[in-house]
């Protein structure tokens, strides 16, 4: 055989016992197996941070528990207003109801009937709220020594054609009130919400609660706040009170709330 050929042959065997061979074989089984390890726990590192790397919290977004929770606190929050307007007590007197036919109208219009309508709708929509309402005719009982967060006697004005008289809206409150910054606040928040809704001008009136008209203001707790309204003229503003009566309602009960509002607010 040729020396050469040998030679060549030769060097394409493996040198080195079997032992060696299979040290060599394990090594790569066992870099291999290192490789995948790695592999996994990387794997597992990498999930493990996205866990607990929360965007939500990086952004501050709420999650659909802490929706639900606010949601939750919302109406929970909305039921203890509602509760709190249960325990507001508002008198509404309607001016000469069961007592007197007050104006009457060359076309039989009676103000008595127009003042019991307002007034009645005006406890309907503070009732709506949750609010204590108490409708009082021109002369009950239950108004001597009536205590109140709030008293709204409504009355109308004069049915007069010739000369007719102003259009506009009346406030009036005693001058011997006890507490007569409150009494203002409710005449302000009173006037100023009827002439938003019923776009009438306004004149104020200080009421003698010694003229026997205007006993309302002697009969109630000295502490109740308590306003009187004429709503407009019989005459002149009767486009309003006969077709538009439901601005009148709205201005009444807003500036009520008007005033209960601010009072509660103040009294925190």
């Known amino acids: 055989m040729d020396t050469n050929r040998e030679n060549n042959l030769s060097a394409n065997i493996p040198t080195g016992n079997i032992q060696d061979q299979d040290d060599v074989v394990k090594k790569e089984d066992f870099t291999i197996y290192r490789g995948i390890q790695s592999v996994v ?39 203890n207003l509602i509760a709190d307007n249960s325990r507001i007590r508002i008198g509404i007197l309607a001016g000469h109801w069961q007592n007197h036919t007050g104006e009457v109208c060359a076309d039989g219009v009676i103000e008595a009937d ?31 020594n009536y205590e109140a967060d709030v008293l709204v006697a409504i009355y109308s004005g004069s049915c007069l054609q010739s000369p007719p008289p102003p259009s506009g809206f009346k406030i009036g409150t005693s001058v011997t009130s ?49 306003v009187l309204i004429e709503i407009g003229k019989l005459s002149t503003d009767r486009d309003l009170i006969a077709n538009r009566s439901s601005s ?18 103040n009294n925190e």
Request: a negative charge; aromatic letters at 10%.
């Open 178 to 226: 006890e507490n007569p910054e409150e009494v203002n606040n409710l005449a302000v928040c009173l006037a100023e919400n009827y002439q938003k809704y019923t776009q009438l001008s306004f004149t104020y009136e200080l009421i003698n609660p010694d003229h026997t008209s205007y006993h309302i203001f002697r009969d109630i707790h000295a502490d109740t706040p308590a």
């Open 41 to 79: 726990a990387i794997a597992i590192l990498t999930a493990t941070l996205l866990t607990l790397w929360n965007p939500r919290k990086v952004f501050m977004t709420p999650n659909i528990y802490d929706l639900f929770q606010s949601e939750a606190t919302l109406d929970a929050y909305d039921n």
């Open 114 to 144: 127009i003042n019991h309508a307002i007034a009645n709708r005006v406890k309907l929509e503070l009732e709506e709220r949750n609010f204590q309402v108490n409708l009082f005719p021109e002369f009950d009982l239950d108004l001597l």
């Open 248 to 265: 009148i309602t709205e201005g009444i009960t807003a500036g009520i709330i008007c005033f209960v509002e601010n009072t509660a607010g």
